[in-house]
């Protein structure tokens, strides 16, 4: 690995400011009242591309001990009639969340290009959970709940990212989620429902992206460029795991190349490009968050080349694991030491749990305590929950402590492969498991 020092860092980043003003990099969204900018995004003092980096790099350390995933599913469960009860939105999964020791909220509003919060480059969120007439009342009363979880964090002290999932294939099997924007467009696709039988590897998710094209790679860039520009978010989540396949190639065994891993490069160098433009116009810096595979060398066998992003600096804070994890905690946090990016642990309970299913709300108290005392030990920065919605668990109260944990009755553990579970390293990639390094 390279050692990239801060004195590097900031050298390089001052050649990046030459780009940021570029007009021929601004997106550029249709004329519509669903694309304006959010009138409460603050207006602090004029910053500097320095002073904003400065900004930034202060911002990325900040305190983090539990970041809490939410899928925005917490909306689909209202109905329509109490959608002037903003209360009744947030006491499903966030208002008993205040003096828990979640610091970070990391929202998403749905699948892909289908999302909860109305916006110009995307479609109404639609699936078979929520109400028909739910987004038409949403719209009519003006009613927005990313807008909403960002002013109940503001009030609160706690920081907001929007989570983009950028392959999640939930439509794969659910045809509600299956936007509009991929029946146009099925080219963009690995595939189709009938090539499912020819794919051995990612998992047969047939309606996943490909990145291997331009019009893809573009539309994610416009959907994150929209919510950078209108919302008052503290930074964005590219999240990797939802789910892990980026190329055509990977569903078929076939190996990915260096020429493609800079295709997604380069599409990280832009939206680092597009969120220091709209830093410097709200003079507040928006951080960008990844959560990939735990491994520099699996993440790099999908496109993903994670150790190029540190050494350019395109990222600001990494979160590993999923489904699975495939190294010791130690290894990630050594990356992120030497390329001065704060690391956070992720933890599925059908990951760490002995579980094949069943609900997400329920946990083995102990084992959670154990699995997060463990890698506290190891050096993380924190710890990630993802698909844990349930405000009132104890874990919101206690894995963000390792001195409590330290005190608390617990089961040591650290699990790397449920083999119980579809989901394994091998489902995504061709020798997948070989990854996987205990030790």
Known sequence: MLIQSKSANMVRWSLVSCFLLSSSCIAKFPESSDSKTDENISSPPSKTPTTLRQARWQAKYRQRRIIMNNDGNDFEMIEPENLQHPEKFLERRTTPLINSQVDSIFYCTGVFNMYSNLMAQSEPRNS????????????????????????????????????????????????????????DHPDYLVGTREDRSRMNYGARRWSSLDYNLPPVRDKVFQILAEVCHRYDVDGIELDFFRHPVMFKEQMFGEKIT?????????????????????GLRRSKPILIAVRVPDSVDYCKAMGLDLERWLQDGLIDIVTGGGYFKLEPWENLVALGKQYDVPVYACFVRRRIEDVRSGPEDKSDLNIWRGEAYQAWKAGVNGIYTFNRFDPNDKIFHEIGDPKLLESLERTDQTVYVNKKLWSRPESWLKDGDKYVKEN
């Open 258 to 278: 260096q020429a493609q891993c800079d295709m997604v490069t380069e599409l990280i160098r832009r939206i680092r490009q597009m969120t220091e433009r709209e």
């Open 128 to 183: 078979k959970w929520f109400k028909p007439d739910m987004m038409a009342a949403m719209k009519e009363r003006n009613i927005d709940p990313l807008k909403m979880m960002i002013e109940f964090c503001r009030q609160h002290n706690k920081e907001i990212f929007w989570s983009m999932r950028m392959n999640d294939t939930h439509d794969s099997s659910v045809p509600e989620c299956f936007a509009q924007w991929k029946k």
